[in-house]
């Protein structure tokens, strides 16, 4: 196979999974989020807040307790919002589709490459 032929097995792979119920409702979800100012906002001030702590931590700098007490507020505010939740369900089953495709990909390389030649216990059964 060309690779010219895998490009376009890949991009068909990247439009089906584009057009899977994942990412429809991780789409909706994210508009959801987007029109309600309030959840917005919060996890604006999460995602400012943590990355400024992990630059502190990176830097070797030291955290204050009310830095950290400010951040776990904000984690307890984000579980407690249901459009947060829905988002980070909805991201999740996302990631559980694409995890299944890469390893799917990675059986058929696998057994493509010989990973199936000591029988079916090598690459976890299925062979047929």
Request: proline share 0%; net charge negative.
């Amino acid at each position: 196979m060309t690779t010219d032929e895998i490009i376009r097995l890949a991009f068909q792979l990247g439009t089906a999974v584009a057009e899977s119920d994942e990412v429809d409702r991780l789409k909706a979800i994210q508009m959801k989020l987007n029109q309600d100012k309030d959840a917005y906002d919060l996890l604006m001030r999460y995602q400012d807040a943590r990355m400024k702590l992990d630059n502190k931590y990176q830097d070797g700098l030291l955290v204050t307790k009310a830095e950290e007490d400010h951040l776990r507020i904000l984690e307890q505010q984000l579980t407690a919002n249901s459009i947060i939740n829905e988002l980070i369900e909805a991201q999740e089953s996302f990631n559980n589709l694409m995890q299944a495709v890469y390893f799917a990909m990675n059986q058929a390389i696998s057994m493509n490459a010989g990973g199936c030649s000591d029988g079916c216990e090598g690459c976890g059964g299925g062979c047929s």
